[in-house]
């Protein structure tokens, strides 16, 4: 039978359940044992597939389709093994299968009540990853804060398991925040005492406390954290703050938070977390031989989380190539003709995001014929990709009036067009083109250089696709349309042969990549922007010797 950890949250929101549930699962999983993470969420939307980003951050989606919290986006790039939909369950999802099965019948025509049958629910969810065989321990991180109304049935779920499971095979670690006062010069503890004090209200009690904290936690602090706590002084986990989440393991590992873990849970300490290619990418990351400047062109560019998997990703990317990745948020409603060569000269690489609406998708297409002109490298996802088709049809083709139907549904030319299988659909919640599809690569191609193979499988998130009525007149006038669906024939990735780097894809290559596997064709644009910079700076060395 598996081991579950729960971790939860006090005092505010943002402290990094996800980063320690998933550095706490990296480490486990680095001496040998097999592990899972969930994430549970307060919020009644079925799902954050309908959220605007400015309201949650960027919606990850699974090889599965189930679009999810980007917490699960933290546990892949850590654990470097897929997610599915049963890691992540909001409390509208809870409610609509027990309002299902009240409809069914199928309480006998008992009061449905919070408990026990949405607690029920929540347990039987709980326990789902664990009872198949395939993990040894699956980490439940509870979103919200202790406190929150919408988080109690989630409290009493896991009061329940801790009595149910007995001692040995369930574990709450509670995260919670030590504030640094500069006037008094002195860290406080009462925060977090108060939080401590609080989920022990409702039953629940820690046996692990995780402190945030922006200054080191001293051995006295930590025993009136544990008497105060009730909790032992091991127990009591410092986590302060670090440069990059990637560092986050190896302090939860020096402050042996895995082996406080193992020793609760009954579980052998036989040898030391193997993290070598974990080190070898954080060595990298810290001591980059180059740099290069990438303008990120977003509508939401003003919330990080928004577009976090493609941050991540440059993350990686950028240690492959062992050059620093300094990303440049640009606004597209902010780019026109006027001033888009003065925004745009100091970058090495263009990467036009994802997102949906017409809101700043005239200065993206603006960029996007900028560096296509300047041979500037350029890398489109998505939207991204589908306003280059846009541009390419306007401004080599000759369409003056071409667009996306998403856009302009009377345009003569609708270059990118709602697919097929869209046009009946009207709910808007998870019923767009989601999850791993199967892309064949044409030989020979920039793509097929890129994955080193022909064909590839990558995850979708998208209603509207290239119109394939226009292929011929793309292909005649030199637009490589060098990967397809093999099934629908959906064109999912375009280059241009003459330009350094110039690809867009209609797929999320972002939300594939990790720490130990890189996507690609991020690789690959992290490359060229370098070779972009060390050509423009020799050319800049070159004119000032003339000079």
Same mark, same amino acid.
């Given at each position: 039978?598996?081991?579950?950890?729960?971790?939860?949250?006090?005092?505010?929101?943002?402290?990094?359940?996800?980063?320690?549930?998933?550095?706490?699962?990296?480490?486990?999983?680095?001496?040998?044992?097999?592990?899972?993470?969930?994430?549970?969420?307060?919020?009644?939307?079925?799902?954050?597939?309908?959220?605007?980003?400015?309201?949650?951050?960027?919606?990850?989606?699974?090889?599965?389709?189930?679009?999810?919290?980007?917490?699960?986006?933290?546990?892949?790039?850590?654990?470097?093994?897929?997610?599915?939909?049963?890691?992540?369950?909001?409390?509208?999802?809870?409610?609509?299968?027990?309002?299902?099965?009240?409809?069914?019948?199928?309480?006998?025509?008992?009061?449905?009540?919070?408990?026990?049958?949405?607690?029920?629910?929540?347990?039987?969810?709980?326990?789902?990853?664990?009872?198949?065989?395939?993990?040894?321990?699956?980490?439940?991180?509870?979103?919200?804060?202790?406190?929150?109304?919408?988080?109690?049935?989630?409290?009493?779920?896991?009061?329940?398991?801790?009595?149910?499971?007995?001692?040995?095979?369930?574990?709450?670690?509670?995260?919670?925040?030590?504030?640094?006062?500069?006037?008094?010069?002195?860290?406080?503890?009462?925060?977090?005492?108060?939080?401590?004090?609080?989920?022990?209200?409702?039953?629940?009690?820690?046996?692990?406390?995780?402190?945030?904290?922006?200054?080191?936690?001293?051995?006295?602090? &930590?025993?009136?954290?544990?008497?105060?706590?009730?909790?032992?002084?091991?127990?009591?986990?410092?986590?302060?703050?670090?440069?990059?989440?990637?560092?986050?393991?190896?302090?939860?590992?020096?402050?042996?938070?895995?082996?406080?873990?193992?020793?609760?849970?009954?579980?052998?300490?036989?040898?030391?977390?193997?993290?070598?290619?974990?080190?070898?990418?954080?060595?990298?990351?810290?001591?980059?031989?180059?740099?290069?400047?990438?303008?990120?062109?977003?509508?939401?560019?003003?919330?990080?989380?928004?577009?976090?998997?493609?941050?991540?990703?440059?993350?990686?990317?950028?240690?492959?190539?062992?050059?620093?990745?300094?990303?440049?948020?640009?606004?597209?409603?902010?780019?026109?003709?006027?001033?888009?060569?003065?925004?745009?000269?100091? /970058?090495?690489?263009?990467?036009?995001?994802?997102?949906?609406?017409?809101?700043?998708?005239?200065? &993206?297409?603006?960029?996007?014929?900028?560096?296509?002109?300047?041979?500037?490298?350029?890398?489109?996802?998505?939207?991204?990709?589908?306003?280059?088709?846009?541009?390419?049809?306007?401004?080599?083709?000759?369409?003056?009036?071409?667009?996306?139907?998403?856009?302009?549904?009377?345009?003569?030319?609708?270059?990118?067009?709602?697919?097929?299988?869209?046009?009946?659909?009207?709910?808007?919640?998870?019923?767009?083109?989601?999850?791993?599809?199967?892309?064949?690569?044409?030989?020979?191609?920039?793509?097929?250089?890129?994955?080193?193979?022909?064909?590839?499988?990558?995850?979708?998130?998208?209603?509207?696709?290239?119109?394939?009525?226009?292929?011929?007149?793309?292909?005649?006038?030199? /637009?490589?349309?060098?990967?397809?669906?093999?099934?629908?024939?959906?064109?999912?990735?375009?280059?241009?042969?003459?330009?350094?780097?110039?690809?867009?894809?209609?797929?999320?290559?972002?939300?594939?990549?990790?720490?130990?596997?890189?996507?690609?064709?991020?690789?690959?644009?992290?490359?060229?922007?370098?070779?972009?910079?060390?050509?423009?700076?020799?050319?800049?060395?070159?004119?000032?010797?003339?000079?």
């Amino acid at each position: 039978m598996a081991k579950y950890i729960f971790v939860t949250g006090g005092v505010t929101s943002s402290l990094g359940k996800g980063i320690i549930a998933a550095s706490l699962a990296k480490l486990l999983q680095a001496r040998g044992f097999r592990v899972t993470i969930q994430k549970f969420d307060p919020y009644i939307n079925v799902d954050p597939g309908t959220l605007n980003p400015y309201e949650h951050g960027e919606c990850y989606v699974t090889e599965d389709g189930a679009e999810t919290d980007l917490d699960l986006g933290h546990y892949e790039r850590f654990l470097n093994t897929p997610t599915s939909q049963a890691n992540n369950v909001t409390t509208g999802r809870i409610y609509q299968t027990v309002i299902n099965k009240e409809r069914e019948g199928a309480y006998l025509g008992k009061t449905v009540q919070v408990i026990p049958h949405i607690t029920d629910e929540i347990k039987r969810r709980i326990l789902l990853l664990g009872k198949d065989g395939k993990y040894d321990i699956v980490i439940t991180e509870l979103g919200g804060t202790v406190g929150d109304i919408e988080s109690l049935p989630y409290i009493e779920a896991v009061r329940q398991l801790q009595w149910e499971l007995g001692e040995e095979d369930c574990l709450v670690v509670h995260l919670t925040l030590i504030p640094y006062l500069r006037a008094a010069k002195e860290l406080k503890t009462k925060p977090t005492q108060h939080s401590v004090r609080l989920l022990s209200e409702y039953g629940v009690h820690p046996d692990i406390i995780v402190c945030r904290t922006e200054e080191p936690l001293y051995r006295d602090l &930590k025993k009136k954290i544990a008497l105060f706590c009730n909790v032992q002084v091991d127990a009591v986990i410092e986590a302060n703050d670090v440069p990059t989440i990637y560092e986050v393991p190896l302090e939860m590992m020096r402050e042996k938070l895995d082996i406080s873990v193992l020793k609760r849970l009954g579980l052998p300490i036989e040898k030391e977390p193997e993290l070598v290619k974990w080190r070898e990418f954080l060595d990298k990351l810290k001591y980059p031989k180059s740099k290069v400047t990438i303008g990120l062109i977003g509508k939401y560019v003003e919330l990080q989380d928004a577009y976090k998997s493609i941050l991540e990703s440059f993350i990686h990317a950028g240690a492959q190539n062992e050059c620093k990745v300094v990303v440049q948020n640009i606004h597209s409603e902010h780019i026109t003709q006027e001033n888009v060569a003065e925004k745009l000269k100091n /970058l090495d690489g263009l990467l036009v995001a994802p997102g949906f609406g017409s809101r700043g998708i005239e200065g &993206k297409i603006v960029a996007i014929q900028y560096a296509r002109e300047n041979k500037l490298p350029f890398f489109g996802i998505c939207l991204g990709m589908q306003m280059s088709v846009v541009e390419y049809a306007r401004n080599v083709l000759g369409w003056k009036d071409a667009h996306s139907s998403e856009m302009n549904p009377d345009t003569a030319h609708p270059v990118i067009n709602l697919m097929e299988e869209q046009k009946k659909v009207t709910a808007k919640g998870g019923t767009m083109r989601l999850g791993a599809y199967a892309c064949e690569l044409t030989p020979g191609s920039k793509a097929a250089e890129i994955y080193g193979a022909t064909s590839i499988s990558e995850r979708h998130r998208h209603r509207y696709e290239f119109n394939n009525d226009f292929i011929q007149q793309f292909e005649e006038a030199g /637009l490589k349309l060098s990967g397809k669906n093999p099934e629908s024939g959906l064109v999912e990735i375009i280059e241009l042969p003459d330009h350094p780097f110039y690809v867009g894809v209609q797929f999320h290559p972002e939300l594939k990549s990790t720490v130990e596997s890189p996507a690609p064709v991020f690789v690959s644009f992290v490359k060229a922007a370098k070779q972009y910079a060390e050509s423009k700076n020799g050319k800049t060395k070159l004119e000032e010797q003339i000079a």
